[in-house]
């Protein structure tokens, strides 16, 4: 399945300062990092040298990643008809048939980090989520089996700061 072409706002200016950080701080430094270590002398068994060169590669295949990754993205942004229904960029309070309550956010694959309440729009749960509303019920079907979550509530703003992390005390 190809992955989705959407960020949030905050997704894309977070990966455009990673490649500012890289392009204007990171990479000159190694370059003179490099040149500093081409002057000793002998290449071959200069280890200064080999690493600062590899960590170029590194760079500039990150590089080249971030401008055509950031080219191709579609900032998506909230709309007041999105109210009362879950869609990209939504903020899901979810309870498990146990009580468990998790709070997640749908964002593009770019930018998930489950440790943080970001979940990929492309995974299964989320895709289970669209377009559903508050009081619903969604089923995922998992390697463990059927899971089933009942929807409390659905924001566009961030929950309060306490709780936008899940908890996966399981």
Known sequence: MKKSDYI?????????????????????????????????????????????????????????FLGKRLDALTIVDPSPQQEGRVFFGAWVELEDEA????????VGPDEFNLSEGKLSVDSPLARALLKKQVDDEVEVSTPSGLQFWYINEIRYSPFEARATLPSNNR
């Not at 950080?21 to 080999?50: C, F, H, M």
């Not at 009580?99 to 749908?106: A, C, E, K, N, T």
């Open 8 to 64: 949030t706002r905050e997704g894309w200016l977070e990966l455009d300062r990673e490649f500012k950080a890289l392009w204007k701080e990171e990479r000159p430094r190694v370059t003179q990092a490099v040149s500093e270590a081409a002057a000793l002398g002998d290449r071959s068994e200069n280890a200064e040298y080999i690493y600062g060169k590899k960590r170029l590669r590194e760079i500039d295949r990150r590089l080249r």
């Open 99 to 106: 009580g468990q309550r998790v709070r997640y956010r749908l």
